[in-house]
T-cell receptor
């Protein structure tokens, strides 16, 4: 079965500091995509970052970057210079190419402290 | 780009009535849309996959006669909760995936969600 595990239910970080959210997954497929979504209190799901499994280079979007370790099936999210607006639930997800169906993790609630 | 709207954002209805929720992709065409349900402090639970011009595919345990899905165009999918009961109260979220061959395919973009309360 394909699964996504987020082992940190809650985390907190001081404003301007760096925090890393962990995500591991399990699949026997070779072609897939990985995502981090942010869900703030408004509950709007926002795409943070996307990584194609066939790319070795880690994806980066401004203050957000990933550490993608394909052999270890690990996909952690690093948030640099944390801001109060980063306070949200973060979901890790992956999709096997051509299948359409996301597999979501259980989420990590991140709180940025002033 | 890749904006998805959902309407209404909040609805309160009486038990036994039907409620329709609309999901629109505003700046892209989506051959596939998805409907999720989210319980408080939990992850998203996929209810069904909606393909333009064909019948929706429902996940195991989701009653297709209760949750009617129509995907009549490349930018609009609707979810109708028929004969709603208090246990149907929840947060419903739709998402849309850009058509194959376009930028962003294999990525889902989410609507802002609809909070349904059935009295």
């Amino acid at each position: 079965a394909q699964t996504v595990t987020q082992s940190q239910p809650e985390m907190s970080v001081q404003e301007a500091e760096t925090v890393t959210l962990s995500c591991t997954y399990d699949t026997s497929e070779n072609n897939y995509y990985l995502f981090w979504y942010k869900q703030p209190p408004s509950r709007q799901m926002i795409l943070v970052i996307r990584q194609e499994a066939y790319k070795q280079q880690n994806a980066t979007e401004n203050r957000f970057s990933v550490n993608f370790q394909k052999a270890a099936k690990s996909f952690s999210l690093k948030i640099s210079d944390s801001q109060l607006g980063d306070t949200a639930m973060y979901f890790c997800a992956f999709i096997t190419s051509g299948t359409y169906k996301y597999i979501f993790g259980t989420g990590t609630r991140l709180k940025v402290l002033a | 780009g890749a904006v998805v709207s959902q309407h209404p954002s909040r609805v309160i209805c009486k038990s036994g009535t039907s409620v329709k929720i609309e999901c629109r992709s505003l700046d892209f065409q989506a051959t596939t849309m998805f409907w999720y349900r989210q319980f408080p402090k939990q992850s998203l639970m996929l209810m069904a996959t909606s393909n333009e011009g064909s019948k929706a595919t429902y996940e195991q345990g989701v009653e297709k006669d209760k949750f009617l899905i129509n995907h009549a165009s490349l930018t609009l999918s609707t979810l109708t909760v028929t004969s709603a009961h208090p246990e149907d109260s929840s947060f419903y979220i739709c998402s849309a995936e850009p058509a194959p061959g376009t930028q962003g395919t294999d990525t889902q973009y989410f609507g802002p969600g609809t909070r349904l309360t059935v009295l």
